[in-house]
């Protein structure tokens, strides 16, 4: 009986955190468009070239956020392809006060990953840390052996944000329930980072 109360218990707890996760969405995705069509704005108002190719990765963007909505996993490759078209929009507005750097292992790119979280930890570095010309932000996403971290240069914001955290602690608990695994969370005075363990499934997931 307390094996049955224990398994049910914890399918509760998956759905509550895959409900947690889409409403987290839902709250980033409307800010980051709305930011996104001021960029796009801005860029046509200057007859900036590369606005087209703006309103190309924007749709790209959010063409593989409806895909990957209800998927618990994806695999690195085709996180990094959402993560690619967000890193343009992120440059395409912030310029050179943003760098993100992306490095990851060929190895490392059938490995399971939470749908979300690159582009969530990324848009983390920027909600919380200072990001301008006289101070740049410079985020890296690259891999180790085991680990694929999201690693930036720490300079908090003087007028921080409200946080509550649940970002971060909605990725922390998706990993452990989802893959089973623990992430590294790592703070010093210079940088903060992110370790997101390397998993892999025998058994074919669902695409």
């Known amino acids: 009986m307390n094996k049955m109360i224990s398994i049910e218990l914890e399918k509760i707890r998956a759905d509550n955190l895959s409900t947690q996760f889409e409403l987290l969405k839902q709250q980033v995705n409307p800010h980051f468009l709305f930011n996104s069509l001021n960029t796009l704005i801005s860029m046509i108002n200057m007859q900036d070239k590369k606005a087209a190719h703006f309103v190309v990765m924007l749709s790209e963007f959010y063409r593989?956020?409806?895909?990957?909505?209800?998927?618990?996993?994806?695999?690195?490759?085709?996180?990094?392809?959402?993560?690619?078209?967000?890193?343009?929009?992120?440059?395409?507005?912030?310029?050179?006060?943003?760098?993100?750097?992306?490095?990851?292992?060929?190895?490392?790119?059938?490995?399971?990953?939470?749908?979300?979280?690159?582009?969530?930890?990324?848009?983390?570095?920027?909600?919380?840390?200072?990001?301008?010309?006289?101070?740049?932000l410079y985020v890296k996403v690259y891999s180790d052996q085991s680990y694929i971290i999201v690693e930036n240069n720490l300079q908090?914001?003087?007028?921080?944000?409200?946080?509550?955290?649940?970002?971060?602690?909605?990725?922390?608990?998706?990993?452990?329930?989802?893959?089973?695994a623990k992430v590294e969370i790592i703070k010093d005075k210079k940088f903060f980072r992110i370790k997101l363990p390397v998993k892999y499934e025998d058994i074919d997931f669902k695409r």
């Open 156 to 180: 908090p914001k003087r007028s921080p944000e409200p946080s509550t955290g649940t970002g971060l602690n909605n990725i922390v608990e998706r990993y452990l329930t989802s893959l089973h």
């Open 64 to 136: 593989s956020t409806l895909e990957k909505k209800k998927q618990d996993r994806v695999s690195v490759r085709e996180e990094l392809t959402v993560l690619q078209a967000y890193r343009f929009l992120l440059e395409a507005r912030f310029e050179e006060a943003l760098v993100i750097s992306i490095s990851i292992d060929e190895r490392h790119m059938h490995s399971l990953i939470p749908p979300f979280t690159l582009q969530i930890l990324v848009e983390n570095c920027i909600k919380h840390n200072i990001v301008s010309l006289e101070e740049p």
